[in-house]
Each structure stands twice: as C-alpha cells, then as structure tokens.
C-alpha cells in the first residue's frame, strides 16, 4: 500500500500549489498516480514463484494447455498436466523437456472415471502448500449451421465445454478451497456474441460463462477466485444429410463454407504468448480481472457495446459476411 499513500501525498501538496485554471490537469495527474500506483503495488504483492503449489490443467495435449503447463513448470509449480493421450507426443514433451514437478495424468473431461482417478493421483502426490488452482481448459470447436446439425452435435460440444468443465471443478472446489486458491475457465466471445454457423459451440460456451459466473459469487465467501476467459472443421457434411437436405442446400456452397471456416480458423493472433501471458496473471495476480477479452482493440470496443445494441443492430453484422450473401443466393438451387 505505500505507492498509493506517496502518490496521494504528493497529489494533496500539489493540489495547493495549481490554481484553478489548472484543475483539469490535476484529475489527469490524479488518475495517472493511481495507475501507476495499482500497478506497482499489483507488481510488488504478486505470486512470484510456485514452489510447494500445485496447479492442475485440462487438455494440455498441445494448445493453451501445453504451453501453460510448460510455464507453469518453470516457475515452480507442481503442474497436473491432464492430457487426452498421455501416451502421446504432446504430453510426452511435456515428461521430457519438464522438471520431476511435472505429474501427466490420463484425463479425459467426459469420463466420471478419469476425473475421479485424476483426483486420487493429485491428492497423493499434493506439494505442502495444496492445490492451489484449476485451469479448465479443455474444449473443442467445430461449426454448422443449426439445420445440418443434430441434437447429438450439441450434446457432444456441451458434454466437453460445458459438463467437462464442470465435472472437473465439483471434485476439486474443496482442494482449491482449502488452498484460498483459483478456478479458471477458458470460455470464448462466442458466449455473448452469436456468430454464424456457430451455434452449438455459442451454448456450450454462454452456459460456461452462466456456470463461472454463478461459482465465483458461491465461492468469494470461501476466498477463492473464479474466472473465464472470453477464444474441426466438418468437411463431410454433405454425405450426412438425408435427401431433404441436399433439396435444401447447395453442395458448392458447403464446400466453400468449409474453406472460409478453415481459413477464419487460421486466421487472428498468431502468438498464443499474449493468451498465456493472461493466464499466469489470472494466477498470480493478487487483484486478476474478473473477466479476460483478448481480442484487438477495434473488436474489445465492438464486443463491449454489442450487448447494449438492439437485435436489429447485431443481426444485421452478419450481412456483412460474404457467405451469408452466398447462401441466399445458392439455396435451393
């Protein structure tokens, strides 16, 4: 707290010294030392090494996952690295190039099974200070639109983003409760802003956001911090529609949809180190934000103000998109 006493100190004194010509220039002065004093007390009172903490990471098979696990380990934290096939060349880089704090574990989100085995593998092999957090992170995308989709496409997205999220969590919320610990969540824009052909991932990811939400309000009484984050292509789409479908939609267009969902898929940061980055501050901050948007600037400001915009507003963005145009044109054709 000293940064912020000596910054109001000085800003008191100075305050006596400008005159009133001058008030403007204060305020600026006022929330200038304010930031710079959050800032240094954030950077004097942060977790700066992990040693005797435990972090445990779904889906660290490659991803988020993987480079997290990796940075984690470094800075000394015992790190649970769940992996889908623990037997495979992502969570082996992790046994090889990791210290012995390194513990991969079989962890596959939608099994019961795996998760309850996950928790007696962590519980034997807790480092003293506990498990201090749980970053889940495990999830899949995929798109379609609503009509070429079946309910079992959702169930499938859901049962990963949504239930696996929380099938993890229940387990372990007294692990990381006794440790005044952290849940995060790695949730998407998509779970306030309805995208084209995105449906099924836009349900799995707002009920995410609902499930995060309502855990950290359970658990500030308890001192433990939750929070979210706000980030396959079918190619045989067209051999799984029955002949209705094929009436309905036009081959050629599923085919360039494919292309411009792959190439949307490649597209954005290319370095995950700004995503990470967000992450160890979600870990180690001793104030993290509550919610983390990591997109540019030109689409924070879009995303912050389209909850407050009319339906008419927000739907008709999607006009905008070259393939809505496409499949107006090529339906039924």
């Known amino acids: 707290m000293k940064p912020v006493f000596f910054s109001m100190t000085v800003l008191l004194i100075s305050y006596n010294c400008l005159s009133d010509e001058y008030i403007y220039t204060y305020f600026g002065l006022v929330i200038c030392f304010m930031l710079w004093a959050k800032m240094v007390f954030h950077a004097e009172n942060g977790l700066s090494d992990g040693f005797g903490r435990a972090v445990l990471i779904t889906g660290c098979d490659s991803g988020f996952g993987h480079h997290l696990a990796k940075k984690l380990d470094r800075m000394g934290f015992t790190v649970f690295a769940g ?8 969570a082996q880089s992790l046994v090889e190039e990791g210290s012995d704090r390194m513990k991969v574990l079989q962890l596959d989100v939608t099994k019961d099974e795996d998760v309850s085995l996950a928790k007696g593998f962590v ?4 480092p003293e200070k506990g498990l201090y957090a749980v970053v889940n992170n495990a999830g899949i995308s995929d798109w379609g639109e609503t009509e070429w989709s079946i309910a079992k496409d959702f169930q499938k997205m859901a049962d990963v983003n949504l239930f696996g999220a929380i099938r993890v969590t229940i387990p372990f919320l007294s692990l990381v ?14 779970s306030f802003f309805n995208c084209l052909n995105m449906g099924a991932y836009s349900v799995s990811k707002r009920g995410l956001e609902a499930f995060a939400d309502c855990l950290r309000v359970e658990m500030a009484n308890f001192g433990v911090k939750v929070r979210p984050w706000s980030f396959t292509v079918k190619n045989d789409i067209w051999d799984e529609f029955d002949d209705a479908r094929k009436l309905t939609f036009n081959q050629k267009y599923i085919e ?13 940061f290319k370095d995950c180190s700004m995503v990470i980055n967000a992450m160890l501050h979600a870990l180690t901050a001793p104030k993290p934000q509550t919610r ?18 009319p339906a008419c507003i927000t ?6 998109s070259s393939m809505y145009h496409k499949l107006k044109v090529m339906l039924y054709s």
């Open 83 to 90: 992996c889908l096939c623990p037997e495979g060349p992502g």
């Open 177 to 190: 409760r006794a440790s005044k610990g952290r849940m995060l969540y790695v949730s998407s824009i998509f």
């Open 256 to 268: 360039m949809a494919c292309e411009y969902f792959n190439l949307l898929c490649t597209s954005g």
């Open 292 to 309: 983390y948007l990591l997109v540019s600037w030109r689409d924070m400001f879009f995303f912050y103000i389209c909850p407050f915009l």
């Open 315 to 320: 739907d008709s963005v999607f006009t905008v």
């Open 123 to 126: 519980q034997a092999n807790l």
